[in-house]
């Protein structure tokens, strides 16, 4: 999954974007408000964590600008301010969550898969698609009660598509879910991650449209 961090701290941002990533997310670390707003529309981003005490343009105003314009993407504020007026002032606004500096960054990984669940209408913490059981948070996959070992993209591209159950991705999209900015990435990465993935649980789960990309059909019940 790739997520936007908006943090003007340098050791924060650093020690946050490598925690993340050790997590499986692929990071994106802006230091502006301004070029946080230029990223935000250039980009899809699963979850944006935003800091409030931003220079060239704050937090809150990347926010109201960004739901201004209709978006939906998970936004957690993450800030050392405590004060119960900045909390209620970008709750207002349109943020998801809520999280104050110094954080605990299991915490942190743990709040962004509940804000992307609640986007995506999804109450439970488990992904479940037939026999297929994946859980985000330990980073297992079983099936039919047998533990999966997948790599971490594998992993990340299989919940890309599963929290995507219907819609069809395309080829670039999965891509930029994967990598984040200066990841040099092959011209057939996903054709293999998807190779595998199909090997490892069966060739039926991932289809391919061709000329449009990937899908994991959903069941009867849209799941």
């Not at 924060?12 to 707003?37: F, H, N, P, Q």
């Not at 230029?38 to 931003?54: S, V």
């Not at 605990?104 to 962004?112: G, H, P, Q, T, V």
Request: glycine residues 8%.
């Amino acid at each position: 999954m790739r997520v936007l961090l908006v943090e003007d701290d340098l050791l924060l941002g650093k020690a946050t974007r490598k925690g993340l990533e050790t997590r499986g997310y692929a990071v994106d670390w802006i230091r502006d408000g301004v070029s946080a707003e230029a990223a935000i529309a250039a980009h899809d981003y699963e979850a944006i964590l935003l800091d409030l005490g931003l220079p060239r343009q704050d937090g809150l105003t990347v926010l109201a600008k960004l739901r201004k314009r209709g978006s939906s993407v998970p936004v957690l504020v993450i800030t050392a301010r405590d004060e119960v007026a900045d909390k209620v002032g970008g709750l207002d606004l349109g943020a998801d969550d809520f999280i104050v500096k110094p954080f605990d960054l299991d915490e942190l990984a743990a709040r962004i898969r509940a804000s992307i669940r609640r986007a995506n209408h999804r109450p439970q913490s488990h992904l479940v698609h037939g026999t297929l059981d994946v859980d985000p948070a330990s980073r297992t996959v079983t099936m039919n009660g047998t533990t999966i070992p997948l790599t971490a993209h594998q992993f990340a591209l299989l919940v890309q598509l599963l929290e995507a159950r219907g819609q069809v991705l395309s080829k670039a999209r999965l891509e930029e879910s994967l990598y984040g900015w200066g990841e040099e990435i092959e011209s057939n990465t996903v054709e293999v991650y998807i190779h595998h993935l199909r090997r490892k649980l069966g060739k039926e789960l991932i289809k391919t449209i061709h000329g449009a990309g990937y899908i994991i059909e959903a069941g009867p019940d849209g799941h």
